[in-house]
């Protein structure tokens, strides 16, 4: 008889042990792919807002800036050969090395208007890559979709007493108000906002933009890097990095990684203990069954890896079941923790790593059972019998 044959034989002979070092093993590893699952998710989900929501890199007109005082009295400052941005510029943006990671380049204008005796700003945009951009706009109407309509913010809206629908004079041309900004508590609740080229046109800026933010989608790359290509592609203007919410997201984040490293590795420790255990009393329990086949000649190696072949059963079904059972746990809790679901994909490694963990951890704990079974003497059965 093979010693496979005996080692399953025995496992079916003892269900109920074999179910309790499955669930030990299966805990351990179901949460170690449940915590690994969710941090993977959790910044998918991080990065996912970063291309979306908001830009991370700021492009802005290079100036030199002479401060004038005299006698201790500030006279005010002024401003020496401000530089412009030109629009066909921006298009050296997409040949930086890390040019895959940019998701959007949002180019704008700015400059005053008068509407009657009111003097408002105006903002050019590009209204697809903008409205894309600004997510957390709330807009009581319509976007911008032609070059005759604007959108206005609340501030702009209450103080001209404007609504949607509404007819707006710039400049002796005749506007259109598609919708209202709702209050953000920020400079955009001043703004009137239309069209890149209608901007343009209006404030007399052909071909010129006034600033341009940048979503940068740093997954692999720190956005410092990206600031210098552009700043290198783009040597006459000053490239800032709006780094503070994406440093913040990710250091939680590699907290939270942190933190369930730790957890998973005391539950797994648990589960190892467990299984030491479990195979010990095992062992203890079949002092006659191991004695007899010591003295029936089964050699120590045989009796070791009788031992650890039941491990390995048991933990190759552990990990299996445990992957499965982490990726199950995943999808329930996830969308708790983002406000967007996200879609979890088949990861063959972390099957691997799961399966991987469980039969070494099992091997381990099973090690020292394995060789003191393999040190009992035959005689043993002798006087069981």
Avoid at 190 to 213: C, D
Avoid at 280 to 292: K, L
Avoid at 354 to 365: D, E, F, K, M, T
Wanted: include cysteine; proline fraction near 3%; hydrophobic fraction near 50%.
């Amino acid at each position: 008889m093979k010693l496979s044959s005996i080692a399953f034989n025995n496992l079916r002979r003892r269900k109920s042990r074999m179910a309790f070092l499955v669930i030990g093993l299966l805990i351990g590893v179901a949460t170690v792919v449940t915590l690994i699952s969710l941090s993977s998710a959790l910044t998918a989900d991080v990065q996912h807002k970063m291309e979306n929501y908001g830009a991370n890199i700021l492009i802005t007109p290079r100036s030199d800036n002479l401060s004038l005082s005299y006698g201790g009295i500030t006279l005010g400052g002024v401003s020496l050969d401000p530089t412009e941005i030109y629009q066909a510029d921006l298009e050296k943006i997409g040949t930086i090395r890390n040019n895959r990671n940019i998701a959007a380049v949002a180019p704008k204008v700015l400059g005053a208007v008068n509407i009657g005796s009111e003097r408002v700003l105006l903002m050019g945009v590009d209204a697809d890559k903008e409205f894309h951009l600004k997510r957390w706009w709330s807009i009581i109407g319509q976007p911008v979709t032609a070059e005759n309509e604007l959108v206005i913010g609340s501030a702009v809206a209450a103080k001209l007493a404007l609504s949607p629908g509404d007819a707006l004079d710039i400049s002796g041309e005749q506007f259109t108000i598609s919708g209202v900004l709702e209050k953000t508590g920020s400079q955009d609740d001043q703004l009137l906002i239309g069209s890149l080229p209608t901007a343009q046109r209006v404030l007399n800026k052909p071909g010129v933009v006034s600033l341009v933010e940048v979503a940068a989608l740093c997954a692999d790359c720190p956005v410092s890097d990206m600031v210098n290509q552009i700043s290198e592609v783009l040597p006459g203007v000053d490239v800032n990095a709006i780094q503070q919410v994406v440093k913040t997201r990710m250091h939680a984040l590699d907290q939270f990684r942190a933190f369930s490293l730790a957890i998973a590795a005391v539950v797994v420790l648990i589960g190892g203990l467990v299984v030491f255990v479990t195979m010990m009393g095992s062992v203890n329990e079949r002092t006659r069954e191991i004695g007899i086949f010591r003295a029936l000649g089964f050699r120590r190696s045989h009796v070791m890896k009788l031992i650890l072949f039941e491990s390995v059963v048991v933990s190759l079904l552990a990990g299996l079941l445990g992957y499965f059972s982490g990726i199950g746990a995943t999808w329930a809790i996830l969308p708790f923790m983002t406000e967007h679901h996200v879609m979890l994909q088949w990861n063959p490694i972390l099957a691997g790593l799961a399966v991987s963990l469980a039969v070494v951890v099992g091997c381990l704990a099973s090690f020292y059972p394995a060789l003191h079974a393999s040190r009992l003497d035959p005689t043993e059965a002798l006087r069981a019998l």
